[in-house]
């Protein structure tokens, strides 16, 4: 089954320093990738999402995502982290034709001023 | 455009009663919703999907009988927690895909579930 790692908790940066969240994931088959931000007692907003046309995904806010097959790795980078960006931020996967998704377990961003 | 409503938005039961939980999808037909649940500071785990006008499919370790779920048509779900209990609040997300290939999932804003 495909899953899904997040390898940090929790990341702090400066406002206006770049931002790295990451994620690595395990599949047999080609996935489906996404990113999604979610701010305190809010509902989930995509980001991004990976379905082979690009490696390179930009997405809303300034956020993008590269796809490395080579290390398996799905990282979410951004170059100047603003106030507004602090929330849990989740990778998130899919399999092949499964519908369901496979949630990492979340990368909570702390931007200081 | 791909709204998705969930009502209500906190709801606070007594150990015991049951509580239905709706999700709407407001400006798309959803072919299948899917419902997650997420504890305090962690991730959302998927409780079940569901097609319209047929049985939802609940994964490992989720009780059907507790957890009723009813797709009775392609803009409603709903989710009843039946006997609740404490250990049942928690904070319950729904999400809405449509029938293109995209197999985007659009998520509604989620409902806190507390049981005293």
């Known amino acids: ?113 | 455009g791909a709204v998705v409503s969930q009502h209500p938005s906190r709801v606070i039961c007594k150990s015991g009663t049951s509580v239905k939980i709706e999700c709407r999808s407001l400006d798309f037909q959803a072919t299948t919703m899917f419902w997650y649940r997420q504890f305090p500071k962690q991730s959302l785990m998927l409780m079940a999907t569901s097609n319209e006008g047929s049985k939802a499919t609940y994964e490992q370790g989720v009780e059907k009988d507790k957890f009723l779920i009813n797709h009775a048509s392609l803009t409603l779900s709903t989710l009843t927690v039946t006997s609740a209990h404490p250990e049942d609040s928690s904070f319950y997300i729904c999400s809405a895909r449509t029938g293109d290939l995209s197999y985007e999932q659009y998520f509604g804003p989620g409902t806190r579930l507390t049981v005293t």
Not at chain 1, 20 to 38: A, D, E, G, H
Not at chain 1, 52 to 60: E, F, H, Y
Not at chain 1, 76 to 82: D, F, I, N, Q
């Open chain 1, 1 to 113: 089954a495909q899953s899904v790692t997040q390898l940090d908790s929790h990341v702090s940066v400066s406002e206006g320093t770049p931002v790295l969240l990451r994620c690595n994931y395990s599949s047999s088959y080609s996935p489906s990738l996404f990113w999604y931000v979610q701010h305190p007692n809010k509902g989930l907003q995509l980001l991004l999402k990976y379905t082979s046309a690009a490696t390179l995904v930009k997405g809303i806010n300034g956020f993008e995502a590269e796809f490395k097959k080579s290390e398996t790795s799905f990282h979410l980078t951004k170059p100047s982290a603003h106030m507004s960006d602090a929330a849990e931020y989740f990778c998130v996967g899919r399999r092949g034709g499964r519908r369901a998704l496979t949630f990492g377990s979340g990368t909570r961003l702390q931007v200081q001023p």
